[in-house]
């Protein structure tokens, strides 16, 4: 089946800290991963996505890169600011049209 | 820019009242989806639609039914709204060109039943 797994939160950081954030998932097929964030209050935004093995999604200075070996896609940004301060999902489509969401970790970050 | 509009941020509604919930899409998307989203638990699909007319069920659909009409249009409707489905409401919409396409979310509808 289909699933999506990160790692629980909070994570509280310090500006300009190096994040990483987990995702694994299983899939049949061949998804397509995705990263959105929610801003308190607000809907999801999309953030950045991948589409094959092998491909970084980018988007603000955030990075997540397709790793079929591992059924992963991390994300990561060098330097974080307070305005980063959300809860991201991970996600992931396989080859039709319902999405599979993670639980959702929710990052603090402290001037 | 496309959009995704929920007819209302925040509800208060009363147990045992009907409740409607609009979501209105202007990219012209095949696929809508409604998710509720609590604490601990992330996002749960109750309902999606492939199609005008076309409704399936997701993965907590008790105590709920949909409505599409019209292609930009997908309602979720509470027919006897209880304390338990005190929640935010989201919506979504996606293009059916395969895996590649993000979905758009609404900015969520909060709904509290006392």
């Known amino acids: 089946g289909n699933s999506v797994t990160q790692m629980e939160g909070p994570v509280t950081l310090s500006e300009e800290a190096f994040l990483t954030i987990n995702c694994t998932y299983t899939?049949?097929?061949?998804?397509?991963l995705f990263w959105y964030v929610q801003y308190p209050g607000e809907g999801l935004q999309l953030l950045l996505k991948a589409t094959k093995a092998d491909d970084k999604g980018s988007n603000k200075g955030f990075e997540a890169t397709y790793r079929k070996e591992t059924t992963s896609f991390h994300l990561e940004k060098g330097s974080v600011q307070v305005s980063d301060s959300a809860v991201y999902f991970c996600a992931l489509r396989p080859n039709f049209n319902k999405f599979y969401f993670g639980s959702g970790t929710k990052l603090n970050v402290k001037p | 820019d496309v959009k995704v509009t929920q007819s209302s941020r925040y509800l208060v509604k009363r147990t045992g009242e009907k409740v409607f919930l609009e979501c209105v899409q202007d990219?012209?998307?095949?696929?809508m989806f409604w998710y509720r989203q609590d604490p601990g638990l992330g996002l749960r699909l109750i309902y999606f639609?492939?199609?005008?007319?076309?409704?399936e069920k997701g993965d907590i659909p008790e105590g709920y039914s949909v409505s599409r009409e019209k292609k930009e249009r997908f309602s979720l409707i509470l027919e006897s709204a209880s304390t338990n489905q005190t929640s935010m409401y989201l919506c979504?919409?996606?293009?059916?060109?395969?895996?590649?396409?993000?979905?758009?979310f609404g900015s969520g509808t909060r709904l509290t039943v006392v």
């Open positions: 899939a049949t097929g061949y998804p397509s």
């Open positions: 990219m012209d998307h095949e696929n």
């Open positions: 979504a919409s996606s293009s059916s060109g395969g895996g590649n396409y993000g979905y758009t």
């Open positions: 639609s492939y199609d005008v007319k076309m409704k």
